[in-house]
């Protein structure tokens, strides 16, 4: 038994943060549909910042929040903000939805 949790446990683990990272980065989807401007992008163990000129930078993560999963976006404009918004914090929900879907009908 302790050999197959050897094996269980990382599956597990690994499944768990790929499913985070596809949650987060349904929000960044939907973010970009929205017209937002992408800061931050957070899942597991992983960040990747944008900096004041516009260089991506990848770093590890180092706040609980981070690893929990972040996506941090601005808007570019004001027209149309509910529904972008909308866009934003639904993109990552749709995105563990699809994700759902495809995994129980593989």
Do not use: C, N
């Not at 683990?13 to 985070?20: F, P, Q, R």
Request: no cysteine.
């Amino acid at each position: 038994i302790f050999l197959r949790l050897l094996l269980v446990v990382p599956a597990l683990v690994t499944a768990g943060v790929l499913a985070l990272a596809a949650h987060e980065a349904g929000h960044v989807l939907g973010a970009r549909l929205g017209g937002f401007t992408l800061r931050m992008f957070a899942a597991g163990p992983v960040k990747v910042l944008k900096d004041d000129r516009g260089d991506w930078h990848v770093q590890r993560a180092s706040t609980l929040g981070e690893v929990g999963g972040l996506v941090i976006a601005t808007p570019t404009r004001t027209q149309r903000l509910r529904r972008s918004a909308r866009l934003f914090a639904g993109g990552g929900p749709a995105a563990s939805l699809i994700l759902g879907i495809v995994a129980i009908a593989f």
